[in-house]
């Protein structure tokens, strides 16, 4: 599969999925094949068309939520929890942009992409 643009939105909520769904339908509109990388809780959100199966071991809410206790706390701690996490985020990454080779990659504030997409060379917004 060759795409203009693939959207890889965190899974930490709604507003992440909603952003980056609007962006995919919006695109479409213009003529670009999209295609947004999905399977968390609001899946049933997202039109079929649009999107494909999201990475396996994602960072989810519960990160995010633990992210934010952290921050109250003073404590600072990366996000992904361990290295090996953070590792298995960006490899899936990487075989999901090796299988449908996007011109270029959307995300909402995704840390993993940033990585995985300059391994791949494809450009990130």
Do not use: C, W
Request: aromatic fraction near 8%; hydrophobic fraction near 40%; glycine fraction near 6%.
């Amino acid at each position: 599969m060759k795409l203009d643009a693939l959207i890889l939105p965190h899974n930490i909520g709604i507003a992440h999925v909603m952003r980056s769904y609007l962006v995919a339908k919006e695109l479409q509109k213009l003529g670009y094949s999209v295609k947004l990388s999905y399977s968390g809780e609001y899946v049933d959100m997202i039109n079929d068309s649009i999107r494909i199966d999201g990475i396996f071991e994602d960072y989810n809410k519960r990160d995010y939520e633990e992210s934010l206790l952290n921050s109250q706390r003073k404590i600072i701690k990366f996000p992904f929890g361990n290295r090996g996490r953070l590792e298995t985020i960006v490899n899936n990454e990487i075989l999901l942009l090796s299988e449908i080779k996007p011109r270029i990659v959307i995300g909402d504030t995704r840390i993993p992409l940033f990585v995985s997409s300059k391994i791949r060379s494809i450009p990130y917004v």
